[in-house]
């Protein structure tokens, strides 16, 4: 079983930088699109950024030009550095990997999430 685990998050002031970490553990054959995902009180799970396993970017509008994503094939990690801070990035963010998985005695694509990270930007 393919376990997803953060880390990096905290409390920041406005306008400081936090960098969050994805570790993917357990038995990947390959792994495809990794991201990252955020989910305020109250509001839906939001997609931040997401890197491809060849290095192709996307972001939220949001954050374009304030976060950096990237990835370490070799050792199934992603990252999000995140810049300029704002009080509304605040959120449990998410990491989430797409790729192929022992599972039930076979590879099979899947989708694993982590347990989220809390990042919090005071005023």
């Known amino acids: 079983q393919v376990q997803l685990v953060e880390s990096g998050g905290g409390l920041v002031q406005a306008g400081g930088s936090l960098r969050l970490s994805c570790a993917a553990s357990?038995?990947?054959?390959?792994?495809?699109?990794m991201g990252w995902y955020r989910q305020a009180p109250g509001k839906q799970r939001e997609s931040v950024s997401v890197?491809?396993?060849?290095?192709?970017?996307s972001y939220a509008d949001s954050v374009q030009g304030r976060f950096t994503i990237s990835r370490d094939n070799a050792k199934n990690k992603v990252y999000l550095q995140m810049n300029s801070l704002k009080p509304e990035d605040t959120s449990v963010y998410y990491c989430?990997?797409?790729?192929?998985?022992?599972?039930?005695?076979?590879?099979?694509?899947?989708?694993?999430w982590g347990q989220g990270t809390q990042v919090t930007v005071s005023s």
């Open positions: 890197i491809t396993s060849g290095g192709s970017t």
């Open positions: 989430n990997a797409n790729g192929t998985y022992w599972s039930a005695s076979r590879w099979r694509p899947q989708s694993v």
């Open positions: 357990g038995s990947i054959f390959s792994m495809n699109t």
